[in-house]
């Protein structure tokens, strides 16, 4: 009962991950997504068949879980943007007046 109870949080978790991942577009998101559930199915399994065996599969879970959630939490080590982002109103970008014809009144 337990072994088909893990299997199918297995499944879920892996079609929550890329539904998440599809639905946000953040592959972040979706990758936390199936940790976390992943991370309950090996608690299921470890209460379903106590032993040094799911115990170990739990542990690697939960270590893996941790370490990928670090790395995902970093920024990127570039930034989004490569170029400054266009101006939406070009009037600042007008030619200066030349020092001649700076619009003196005659008199």
């Keep these: 009962?337990?072994?088909t109870?893990?299997?199918?949080?297995?499944?879920l978790a892996l079609?929550?991950?890329?539904?998440?991942?599809?639905?946000?577009g953040?592959?972040?998101s979706g990758v936390r997504v199936l940790l976390d559930l992943l991370t309950a199915a090996g608690l299921l399994r470890l209460a379903g068949e106590p032993g040094?065996?799911?115990?170990?599969?739990?542990?690697?879970?939960?270590?893996?879980?941790?370490?990928?959630?670090?790395?995902?939490?970093?920024?990127?080590?570039?930034?989004?943007r490569q170029s400054p982002a266009r101006c939406a109103?070009?009037?600042?970008?007008?030619?200066?007046?030349?020092s001649g014809e700076t619009g003196k009144a005659e008199g």
Excluded: F, K, N
């Design 26 to 28: 953040a592959l972040r």
């Design 52 to 80: 040094w065996g799911g115990l170990a599969g739990a542990v690697a879970i939960i270590a893996l879980r941790q370490l990928l959630g670090t790395a995902l939490s970093w920024p990127p080590p570039w930034p989004g």
């Design 1 to 3: 009962m337990t072994g």
């Design 15 to 24: 079609v929550a991950g890329v539904l998440t991942t599809l639905s946000t």
């Design 89 to 98: 109103d070009d009037d600042h970008h007008l030619p200066l007046a030349s």
């Design 5 to 11: 109870l893990v299997t199918a949080v297995t499944a």
